[in-house]
């Protein structure tokens, strides 16, 4: 069974500091995506990640995939409150349908 | 931008009813997803479907749960006997064909309360 794993999972940083979410997954993929939440709203693609050593940037979040190490990074520089959201990494099973298996969810604060 | 919609936003039945939760696709999208997220858990796999039938399922989408795409437009989701445990925010998603650059769109979802 696919797992997707996140970490950490509770994030608070300061303002202007950077960070990075780490997400593993268990079996061989080579589609990751990542999206964010708000609080009480929907799923917001952010990125789509396909290859391996692919990076995608966008703004201050900046996302990459390993997928001999099975590893996903979303990089945060240079926080700012408006990130405050969490962040959910999905991996694609693509001949099952497609259907996503998400790991547990960053919730990440910044903090003035 | 296209969107996924999805009615009601918030939905409150007793135990034992049956619910029915409607979604509208994206018009060129072929492939529609159900998704379930417990409060404060990681969102989770129901359904899958495409061409009309289900393409995938979860253990969770046991019998009392079904899909349907009764026209063109419509995608819905229906719990014939509602449980507390069924308490839930459910998305729908839907995407335009089977390619790994094409992201799976979600609408905001319901919030199904069980009492």
């Known amino acids: 069974e696919l797992k997707v794993e996140q970490n950490p999972l509770f994030l608070s940083m300061q303002e202007g500091k950077n960070y990075t979410i780490y997400c593993n997954y268990s079996t061989t993929s080579d589609r990751l995506y990542w999206y964010r939440q708000d609080p009480g709203k929907s799923l917001e693609s952010l990125f789509v990640l396909l290859s391996n050593g692919a990076v995608k940037q966008e703004g201050r979040l900046m996302a990459s995939l390993d997928t001999k190490a099975r590893l996903s990074t979303l990089h945060i520089t240079a926080a700012v409150h408006d990130l405050s959201a969490t962040y959910f990494c999905a991996v694609d099973i693509y001949n099952q349908g497609g259907k996503l298996i998400f790991g547990q969810g960053t919730e990440l604060s910044v903090k003035p | 931008e296209p969107e996924v919609t999805q009615t009601p936003s918030h939905q409150v039945t007793q135990m034992g009813q049956e619910v029915i939760l409607r979604c509208v696709p994206i018009s060129n999208h072929l492939y529609f997803y159900w998704y379930r997220q417990i409060l404060g858990q990681k969102v989770e796999f129901l359904v899958s479907f495409y061409n009309n039938e289900i393409s995938e399922k979860s253990e969770i989408f046991d019998d009392q749960f079904s899909v349907e795409r009764p026209d063109g437009s419509n995608f819905t989701l229906k719990i014939r006997s509602t449980k507390l445990e069924d308490s839930a925010m459910y998305f729908c998603?839907?995407?335009?064909?089977?390619?790994?650059?094409?992201?799976?769109?979600f609408g905001d979802g319901t919030r199904l309360s069980i009492l």
């Open positions: 998603a839907s995407r335009e064909g089977p390619q790994g650059n094409q992201p799976q769109h």
